[in-house]
């Protein structure tokens, strides 16, 4: 099965066996492919009742919530890996939301898209349009994107809650590419943060 | 049957119930069940999340209440069927 580049991005950073928490994991296609490569313990949160359908389907252990809501639910330290993809510019509250992620586990890996790119700056600047771009695809009155960032104002959100980035991975046109003038360059971040 | 609390044994609190278990969870609600409804589901949810339990949860649309699981429910039954085969 082939993943997309930046779910494969995120499974790189998740160690063999390791409890996996994927929030906003839609049909659990990442999951999946954790458990049948890594044997991963699997669980997710999607707010969609129709992912969450084909994700137990999968044989997954699924939960229709919200991560703005439900993640105070879990424990801490219930699991070694908090997986948020492309879901940290959706939540009412993103801050808070990090803060649950490195609550419950002891790394998060998050991924977004990266509104510091050339394509959206150039949208804006010469166009005065909210971009709609490849990583962008919906116009700003139907997006469930509500809190963009880009990857500075990111890695400046990360430091004042006091939290150490692992690692980080950026893509463009679906293909990893250098750290250098990520914040310019990258379509989309992948960060690993640790407490 | 109403007069049953899991909890009761426990100190009021329904995660303890769980506390520990092995087993493999997946509780299924429909919009329209005014007997068993979506919200009372979220408590066992939330207390099993607690309890570190493998569990799945979805509210499905039906406007058939609490019989909607008697009847054709096509994405209920993709629930159950990889639920349950997961576990074979």
Redesign the interface.
């Known amino acids: 099965m082939s993943l997309r580049p930046d779910l494969a991005a995120i499974a790189d950073a998740v160690p063999q066996g390791a409890r996996v928490l994927d929030i906003g994991c839609g049909d659990g296609a990442l999951l999946a492919h954790l458990r049948d490569t890594k044997g991963v313990d699997a669980r997710g949160i999607d707010v969609s009742a129709a992912n969450v359908a084909s994700a137990v389907a999968r044989g997954l252990s699924v939960v229709q919530g919200d991560a703005d809501a439900d993640l105070p639910d879990y424990p801490d330290d219930a699991f070694d890996m908090a997986i948020l993809s492309d879901t940290l510019q959706a939540m009412q509250r993103p801050a808070a939301v990090l803060d649950q992620l490195v609550r419950i586990a002891r790394r998060a890996v998050v991924s977004f898209p990266n509104f510091g790119h050339w394509r959206v700056r150039g949208s804006l600047v010469f166009g005065g349009r909210m971009p709609v771009t490849r990583s962008l695809p919906v116009s700003w009155h139907e997006t469930p994107n509500i809190h963009f960032c880009t990857i500075d104002d990111f890695r400046e959100l990360a430091a004042t809650r006091g939290l150490r980035v692992e690692s980080a991975a950026f893509l463009s046109g679906g293909a990893r590419r250098s750290a250098g003038l990520a914040n310019l360059l990258a379509e989309q971040a992948v960060f690993v943060l640790a407490r | 049957m109403d007069y049953f609390d899991l909890a009761a044994p426990h100190d009021g609190v329904l995660a303890k119930a769980f506390a520990g278990t092995t087993t493999?969870f997946?509780l299924v609600s429909f919009t329209s069940d005014w007997l068993y409804p979506t919200a009372e589901s979220?408590r066992i949810?939330?207390a099993l999340?607690?309890a570190?339990a493998?569990?799945?949860?979805?509210?499905?649309?039906s406007p058939f209440g609490h019989d909607a699981f008697l009847l054709d429910a096509p994405?209920m039954n993709?629930?159950v069927?990889?639920?349950l085969?997961?576990g074979a």
Do not use: H, I, P, Q
């Open positions: 493999r997946a979220r949810v939330r999340n607690a570190g493998a569990v799945s949860f979805v509210e499905l649309e994405e993709r629930v069927d990889g639920f085969r997961a």
